[in-house]
């Protein structure tokens, strides 16, 4: 038997984590029995409408916080999925709680013996235990475990480190993914966390994963850097994780650690700066440049990231820089250092950074980028409005339909108007419109066509790369002219070759 | 037991400051889970038909104490009723001597502290234990780890627990 000493620890921990076990109904329930024949009736010490009273007397603060309750309410993110039981979730804003209405941003652990299932608006997710699943308005980011899913009436996306899956109606798909770090770490020699950031520590430490995909039954495709594959039902497919190039990581390191020392020293007052200012601007361009082609450096970068931008000591104007390469991270833990650093000042998130953060459901940002969308027929403002409707906010839907009318015909001298028109398109299809991305690819490839056949091979080409992100499986908006450049270079050469604008252009619009 | 006078406190204030601490009491006597809420009702309807007269709360909380390690020891065969009374009669001398003269607050205040440096995995193991009463199956399941492996975790955790309870307690 344990001792006492044992067992009053446990009654510690009893009182202290239970949550409000008792009985609500145990008082009245007494009350009966005592009344009840045989037993004595209780003295009447309890005054009568003793409850009633005291009730009224709450009642305006009941009120009071049921009117904040509501705009709380109104304020939060839309409930993207719903979980058969109550599992642990951290939300986006670092909260640990047990519920099962998920939001934009939430992780969900399913801690228990036996599968969960999560209703979405695309269909069905049935997790197995040890899952760890985010929950975007596109769809799941399955961070480590197995996952079943299972298509409604729409196709269902699931996206797993360096690849998605995109199950169609009436398919079943199997993926399991599998970090190549513990999943959590060792519970006694880990330090102290003081936070309840449920794998905070497990996210940064894990660097790569391998993706198993199973289709089952129905339609399935995978989604990568490098394109679309079908995934023919009853075949498995393992992607074992990206190698990270040792030479190209050693620049990315010196390049960063560049960016941070020569951006402390900088002084825009002196103008023996502007050298160092230039080399600065050269350095966050390569680096960004190099990320973007090699996506697997960001996870050996990010908990360096992740310190810097935490720590109140690390100036503003380092900060401003590091948002940016820590913005181009499209792991949720990234997102979740930039929101954790968008109260300390704003001011430092530059456009970009904002894009960056709206289009993948961060809410924090929305207002600042409504903002740029009082002049409604602007740039910018489809863009943003594009921005946020990936991110699952359909605030400049008003903005985007207009821009859906323009004739490409028009914008053959101008990539401006062929942005937001293509723009328009990508966030119209995020919130729903089937037909906006099957029209812009007709009108491409009509105007392409008769560009080409015409000789205008200039015309034709810059239009089929700028088409090469807009049309890339889950497009991104933010740091669109250094997209636009990795996109397909070979289009930009001087001596582009008609066969190569046609053979992208069928790629693009198949 | 007298079936007279009526209680001197008002019931629903009874029960409300009592009912959590007398579950947690009842499994530290090692009540089974399952019989406690039974336990729990007997315990206060005894009260209440008792000649029990609410002074304050510490004293209510007592005579809750007594009449629950009379009617667990009830449960009991009888031929084991002796080897356990003397159990819970030392239970209860621990258990007072742990309220101490401010009601374990002290220890409660280190409990708190020592499990702030705790990382998550290991609170959500006690959570899972302690706060809904999880089978170890099920604590084993959410930490990836067998049954041993949970059963053994948690061990170790009480142990540094106790230790960081102490050494918060001697300063």
């Known amino acids: 038997m344990k001792d006492h000493g044992e067992r009053l620890l446990e009654?510690?921990?009893r009182e202290h984590f239970a949550g409000d076990a008792g009985d609500a109904a145990l008082a009245p329930r007494l009350r009966r029995l005592l009344e009840s024949p045989g037993a004595p009736s209780p003295r009447p010490h309890v005054r009568q409408h003793r409850w009633l009273r005291q009730a009224l007397r709450l009642l305006p603060w009941v009120a009071a916080a049921a009117a904040v309750a509501g705009v709380w309410l109104l304020q939060r993110a839309p409930v993207l999925a719903t979980a058969e039981r109550p599992l642990l979730v951290l939300t986006a804003d670092g909260q640990l709680r047990r519920t099962q209405q998920l939001r934009a941003g939430d992780l969900a652990w399913c801690a228990e013996a036996g599968p969960l299932a999560f209703a979405l608006a695309a269909g069905r997710a049935?997790?197995?235990?040890?899952?760890?699943?985010?929950f975007e308005p596109a769809g799941i980011e399955l961070q480590a475990g197995a996952v079943q899913l299972l298509p409604g009436g729409t196709d269902l996306l699931a996206r797993c480190a360096f690849g998605s899956v995109r199950a169609a109606p009436?398919?079943?798909?199997?993926?399991?993914?599998e970090p190549d770090a513990p999943l959590i770490p060792d519970p006694l020699e880990a330090d102290p966390m003081r936070s309840l950031a449920l794998l905070t520590e497990f996210r940064s430490r894990s660097l790569a994963v391998s993706l198993a995909i199973l289709p089952l039954t129905g339609t399935a495709e995978l989604l990568t850097a490098q394109g679309r594959t079908p995934l023919p039902a009853g075949q498995a497919v393992q992607l074992p994780p990206p190698r990270v190039d040792?030479?190209?990581?050693?620049?990315?390191r010196t390049l960063l650690a560049n960016l941070r020392k020569d951006t402390d020293k900088l002084d825009l007052q002196d103008e023996q700066n502007l050298l160092?200012?230039?080399?600065?601007?050269e350095d966050q361009q390569d680096l960004t440049m190099l990320l973007m082609q090699q996506p697997e450096l960001l996870p050996p970068l990010r908990e360096g990231l992740r310190k810097d931008l935490a720590a109140a000591a690390?100036?503003?104007a380092v900060v401003g820089r590091l948002l940016g390469i820590a913005a181009l991270d499209t792991d949720s833990s990234a997102l979740a250092v930039l929101e954790r650093r968008w109260p300390l000042g704003p001011d430092a998130f530059d456009y970009q950074v904002q894009l960056a953060m709206a289009e993948r459901g961060s809410a924090l940002v929305r207002p600042a980028l409504q903002t740029t969308m009082q002049e409604p027929d602007s740039d910018l403002a489809v863009l943003s409005a594009a921005a946020l409707a990936l991110g699952g906010s359909d605030f400049g839907k008003a903005a985007l339909q207009p821009a859906l009318a323009i004739d490409l015909h028009d914008a053959a001298d101008d990539f401006r108007p062929f942005d937001r028109r293509a723009q328009a398109a990508i966030g119209m299809a995020a919130l729903g419109d089937a037909q906006a991305l099957p029209r812009l690819q007709a009108d491409l490839r009509a105007v392409v066509g008769e560009l080409l056949e015409r000789g205008d091979l200039g015309r034709a080409a810059w239009m089929v790369q700028r088409a090469a992100v807009y049309l890339r499986p889950s497009p991104r908006l933010s740091f669109l002219q250094q997209r636009i450049q990795l996109a397909a270079p070979e289009l930009a050469a001087k001596d582009v070759a008609a066969p190569l604008v046609r053979s992208w252009l069928d790629r693009l619009t198949r | 037991m007298s079936l007279s006078p009526p209680p001197a406190a008002p019931i629903e204030h009874l029960v409300q400051t009592h009912q959590r601490s007398l579950r947690h009491y009842l499994r530290y006597l090692g009540a089974p889970a399952a019989s406690v809420d039974d336990l729990v009702q007997e315990t206060f309807l005894a009260t209440l038909r008792s000649d029990f007269t609410f002074t304050n709360d510490a004293a209510a909380f007592g005579w809750l104490r007594t009449v629950a390690r009379r009617l667990l020891l009830q449960q009991v065969k009888s031929a084991a009723r002796r080897g356990l009374q003397v159990e819970l009669e030392a239970a209860e001398a621990a258990f007072a001597a742990h309220l101490g003269d401010d009601d374990g607050e002290a220890r409660r205040d280190a409990l708190r502290a020592c499990l702030q440096q705790l990382p998550p995995r290991q609170l959500l193991a006690l959570q899972l234990r302690y706060?809904?009463?999880?089978?170890?199956?099920?604590?084993?399941?959410?930490?990836?780890?067998g049954r041993a492996g949970a059963e053994s975790l948690l061990a170790r955790l009480r142990q540094r627990l106790r230790e960081c309870m102490q050494g918060r307690l001697q300063r």
């Open chain 1, 314 to 316: 690390t100036p503003p």
């Open chain 1, 11 to 13: 009654y510690l921990l």
């Open chain 1, 276 to 281: 160092l200012l230039k080399q600065v601007d």
């Open chain 1, 170 to 177: 009436g398919a079943d798909v199997r993926l399991h993914c």
């Open chain 1, 246 to 252: 040792a030479a190209a990581l050693a620049r990315a």
């Open chain 2, 131 to 145: 706060g809904e009463d999880a089978p170890l199956q099920r604590v084993a399941a959410a930490l990836a780890v």
């Open chain 1, 126 to 134: 049935v997790a197995e235990p040890g899952a760890l699943l985010r």
